[in-house]
């Protein structure tokens, strides 16, 4: 008879002791998911490594730098920043990985990062999926518009067609080259470009588009071509999407086959700051450059934003950029948008990014229209021998990116409107339908 209640008092025991261990494991949880929920999480999806490295790392130690500074006036919302980098290494598919890792593994809030259109486009599909927010600060061709992206770089109407605009009306320019390294953005800013020049006159015959592959380095027999379509008696100019590393041969031949900025003036999208550090700048002197900021910009901004860089990055020869502008545009307006909303939730986030205005750096203001572009001032630059691009041009005021564009038969319709009741990325105003979010 004693055995019984002997089990029994041994079962209370047992069960006592789990009782207390799952406590003692539900109070461990509890208190890493207080620890975690201090923090918000901010992804830096730049390439570190590869042929890209060279320019993301700027925009990485951007991020960087503007989180030590939020960190520094208390955060958002009571929490610290947290950054969360990784390494996509110049490797398109390995964009969408890194991404998918970033939202499902590392549970971040927001993530800064993509350079090409191609790592943007690999990465599109991943945040979309998982309703992530991503913020990408590079000059693009247009042709979209997500919700769950915001284009803090220039859209074509923001630098291509401002730059043939500024070479038709103050150079003269009848003839065109639109050179290009074959790609996404090159290859649609281009239609959009060759669409605009027919619309203004020019004749097809006056228009020679090339492409070359990433990272080409044999440009005599294209420069050969160019001098030859630049001697028909009009004045010739080339606008030029070609990307990264591939410019300094391609100045080089210039120079080589003696062909001025003055016979034949290059307007390029993909030359700035960062890359002139580097190399002798004696072919590209008097070439222009058509961005959105540059270093040289007398403004009160800029004078503090490249004091409060070089003074980061431990390095007074380090220069600033366009790009870097963008994140910093980008990064400023998800702050302000997260202390608005309350919350880092990215449905409330995006809404309250419509309309939120910050300061850019060359003195004016920065808007965040409802298709998820920018308002920015546009800039004409020339190259000088020390590397720094001096304002030769800017728009009287500021100008909104479009997402799609006039120029192109299959987008002339569309429009984006991320606000009720449109609610869409693509909507047709001729059959007042949405399509998606893309094409």
């Keep these: 008879m004693d055995i019984p209640n002997l089990t029994l008092e041994g079962n209370t025991m047992k069960l006592n002791k789990l009782i207390t261990s799952i406590a003692a494991a539900l109070s461990l949880t509890l208190s890493l998911s207080v620890v975690a929920a201090d923090t918000i999480k901010v992804g830096v999806l730049h390439s570190l490594s590869g042929t890209m490295a060279i320019s993301e790392?700027?925009?990485?130690?951007?991020?960087?730098?503007?989180?030590?500074?939020?960190?520094k006036k208390g955060g958002l919302l009571g929490k610290k920043l947290e950054p969360v980098v990784v390494d996509p290494a110049s490797n398109w598919p390995l964009f969408a990985e890194k991404t998918r890792e970033l939202l499902t593994k590392e549970k971040v809030d927001v993530i800064f990062g993509c350079w090409t259109s191609v790592s943007r486009k690999s990465v599109l599909p991943v945040?979309?999926?998982?309703?992530?927010?991503?913020?990408?600060?590079?000059?693009?061709?247009?042709?979209?518009?997500?919700?769950?992206?915001f284009y803090t770089g220039a859209a074509p109407n923001q630098q291509a067609i401002p730059a043939v605009d500024y070479l038709m009306n103050e150079h003269e320019v009848e003839r065109w080259?639109?050179?290009?390294?074959?790609?996404?953005?090159?290859?649609?800013t281009n239609k959009i470009l060759e669409s605009y020049l027919i619309a203004k006159g020019v004749a097809p015959a006056d228009i020679m588009i090339n492409y070359t592959p990433f990272g080409h380095s044999d440009w005599q027999s294209i420069v050969s071509d160019v001098k030859k379509f630049g001697s028909a008696g009009k004045k010739t100019a080339v606008v030029s999407t070609i990307n990264g590393d591939a410019?300094?041969?391609f100045y080089k031949e210039l120079g080589n086959q003696g062909i001025s900025a003055e016979d034949i003036p290059v307007v390029a999208f993909s030359v700035g700051e960062e890359e002139l550090s580097g190399?002798?700048?004696?072919?590209?002197?008097?070439?222009?450059?058509?961005?959105?900021?540059?270093?040289?910009?007398?403004?009160?901004?800029?004078?503090a934003f490249i004091k409060q860089w070089k003074?980061?990055?431990?390095?007074?020869?380090?220069?600033?950029?366009?790009?870097?502008?963008?994140?910093?545009?980008?990064f400023n307006m998800w702050a302000k948008a997260v202390e608005k909303a309350g919350t880092t939730d990215v449905d409330t986030v995006e809404q309250a990014m419509i309309g939120i205005t910050t300061p850019n750096l060359t003195g004016g203001i920065a808007v965040m229209n409802s298709n998820h572009h920018l308002s920015k001032?546009?800039?004409?630059?020339?190259?000088?021998?020390?590397?720094?691009?001096?304002?030769?041009?800017e728009t009287n005021g500021t100008v909104i990116g479009d997402a799609w564009s006039?120029?192109?038969?299959?987008?002339k319709d569309l429009i984006s409107d991320w606000t009720a009741p449109v609610s869409c990325g693509n909507f047709n105003t001729k059959t007042a339908k949405c399509s998606g979010q893309n094409l």
Excluded: C
Aim: negative net charge; hydrophobic residues 35%; without cysteine.
């Design 406 to 411: 006039n120029f192109l038969p299959s987008s």
């Design 177 to 188: 080259v639109l050179a290009g390294t074959d790609y996404v953005y090159p290859r649609t």
């Design 311 to 330: 003074k980061f990055i431990k390095d007074k020869k380090r220069v600033t950029n366009d790009p870097m502008e963008a994140t910093y545009i980008g």
């Design 247 to 249: 410019n300094v041969p």
């Design 127 to 149: 945040i979309e999926e998982l309703n992530g927010l991503l913020f990408y600060p590079v000059q693009y061709e247009g042709e979209e518009s997500s919700k769950n992206v």
């Design 279 to 303: 190399l002798d700048t004696g072919p590209l002197v008097g070439h222009l450059a058509a961005w959105n900021y540059f270093q040289s910009v007398e403004s009160d901004e800029n004078k």
């Design 377 to 393: 001032p546009v800039l004409i630059g020339e190259i000088q021998d020390d590397g720094q691009i001096e304002t030769v041009w």
């Design 57 to 71: 790392t700027t925009l990485k130690d951007t991020v960087l730098m503007m989180i030590e500074e939020q960190n």
